[in-house]
């Protein structure tokens, strides 16, 4: 015979009934987030940050971050011997504050930090900022574990930018070293490649009628399919690739350029997707005047295929691109 649950029991029941359907919101959330871009073979894993800023017309979180256990060499603009510093954040700063202002040249572009008390001794906080001779090839004097040092990159005003060449023209993106220095990092790598079979894009949905032309959601419009994005993959045949650490998550905007996971698929984006909730890593951003490739792409023909029950468009002829180093300045994005 069961017996009558009294109000404490009731209260109990009710709580752990709310604390369930909390999870499954949560749960289903993510899900929903995973299986927008998530192939049959890749699983999309997502992750937050929070508090956003504006940087070179990219919302970006407010970082100055680096690599540990790197040391990157060049020409010292100030000698670490004479500058010390409590943090790498600061390094990294002091290293941005070199910059002459907005349209201003940067006459430091590289930071190394010492911040390992016990393997640094007498040399700890020492911060030494550089200048390197090639942006997008930086001087890398030593890695590994040993190595005490923890180094990162700054890119100034029509600096850090290279192409991804295709049929329908260069996709210029913009880099965001100080925020996602090992996404970055990667890309570098693949600069010096000189082969590039396997790097494509494979996936292209419009912004339809759900975005406008500036990447605004049209209001009562759903959020997709289509998705307004176009995805591929930046592994080169015959490449090893690691994967990529959750880096800075701000919130997608058009032209925001994002691995999905940990790499080595990524996206391109059409539009603004505040409903994403800042869920992958953003590493760089399409230059505003190569946006029109990126939709060219994206109104290329399709076939549907259904990706873990979601309805996507996959490109009849993949578009295959090659890395690009963009050695002159371009100066409209910051």
Known sequence: MGRRQNDSE????AILSLLFMGTISCCMVYVCLSVVFNRPTRIATVSSVSD???YGGQEESECCRGIEHLELWGDAVKWGSDFK???SEDCCMACKSMCGGEDGPCFCDSWVYCGDKEACGPRFGECWLKKQKEALDPDRRDSGDKVMWTS???????KGIFGLKTEYGVIHIKLFPDCAPHSVSYILEMLQLRHFGGCQFYRAESRGNFWDSEGNHIENAPFGPPFAVIQGTLEAIGSSFKDIPTETCPTIRRGSVAWVGSGPEFFISLANHNEWKKAYTVFGSVLPEDMEIVELIAQLPTKPEVWSNINVSVLEKPVAFQFQKIKTSLGNLK
């Open 10 to 13: 009731l209260g109990r029941c």
């Open 52 to 54: 956003v800023v504006e």
């Open 85 to 87: 510093v409590s943090s």
């Open 152 to 158: 990162g990159l700054v890119f100034g005003k029509g």
